[in-house]
């Protein structure tokens, strides 16, 4: 009985195999250490509609790809929050960027990165990370994810630097108004807040003002992280994660400029981590 995770800041995928080799895959809200600790982890991991999905005592090996997974110690906060859920089990935390590379390059090297709630980058030799650009996280990082292409936006409503339309449109799309966003965007959990905000471009995509601050944010993190890496003009780049699938034809566009070559965009990495250990 084992369990595979990929875990981003917004939501979680969970993929249960059980004794007869039978798959089912159920959501959970992200869980990421740096803002969870253990046991927000095990709050969220005794529901009933998770546990109606997965006999927690049953399990026997999990495999945790986790956003903020990122060092010893808040390895350490997941997997004592882990255990506690599935007192029966072996539990393996690792980055969520190592699940990246390994759902989109398998056990071939390659360059693999996330476009997500946040954003993130590796060199892969087809087994572990080799190389990793600094993520400074959503503070002064998160270059070409939701959160940057949210800031970016509200930078622009706030100094105003909309063209007159898309601020009209942002204004009937979020009515609320200025002082209210504000409260919201530095109330709790301000990464995916802000990220949300990525969703009004992403539909206006179309729009010459809201196409320049989509270009802006994705060619900062080719430029700032993919080009940075050795032999990154032979290597096809493998994204994962919403951003990178909703703004793929974008993508290409801007890293072909950039002379980079797109290798596989995907959603959810999770449907090819369970091939990778099940294979």
């Not at 798959?23 to 991991?45: A, R, S």
């Not at 009933?48 to 986790?66: H, M, S």
């Not at 390659?110 to 600094?134: K, P, R």
């Not at 799309?173 to 959990?189: D, L, M």
Request: hydrophobic content about 35%; overall charge negative; charged content about 25%.
């Amino acid at each position: 009985m084992m369990l595979i995770v990929d875990s981003g800041s917004t939501k979680a995928d969970w993929y249960y195999i059980n004794d007869k080799g039978e798959k089912t895959l159920t959501h959970t809200m992200g869980l990421n250490p740096y803002f969870h600790g253990p046991d927000k982890v095990f709050q969220v991991l005794t529901q009933k509609d998770f546990e109606a999905v997965v006999p927690r005592t049953q399990v026997r090996k999990v495999f945790f790809y986790g956003a903020g997974c990122s060092d010893d110690t808040f390895c350490s906060s997941m997997k004592e929050g882990l255990i506690k859920s599935f007192p029966m089990a072996e539990i393996d935390v690792e980055h969520d960027l190592l699940g990246a590379a390994r759902a989109t390059c398998g056990r071939s090297p390659g360059i693999s990165g996330i476009l997500g709630t946040g954003s993130n980058s590796c060199l892969y030799d087809g087994n572990v990370v080799t190389d990793n650009i600094t993520a400074l996280s959503h503070v002064i990082g998160d270059e070409g994810s939701g959160v940057h292409l949210g800031k970016l936006l509200l930078q622009a409503y706030y100094y105003r630097e909309l063209p007159s339309d898309l601020e009209d449109l942002f204004s009937i799309t979020y009515p609320e108004g200025k002082r209210s966003i504000i409260h919201r965007v530095y109330g709790e959990n301000q990464n995916v807040t802000i990220a949300e905000f990525a969703q009004f471009l992403i539909k206006n995509k179309e729009h010459s003002g809201a196409k320049k601050l989509i270009d802006k944010g994705l060619r900062e993190f080719a430029i700032r992280h993919l080009k940075k890496y050795e032999n990154w003009r032979n290597l096809e780049i493998n994204l994962v994660g919403s951003i990178a699938d909703m703004l793929s034809v974008e993508l290409k566009e801007i890293f072909a400029s950039e002379g980079l070559k797109v290798g596989k965009i995907i959603r959810r990495p999770i449907e090819k981590l369970m091939d990778f250990h099940l294979h």
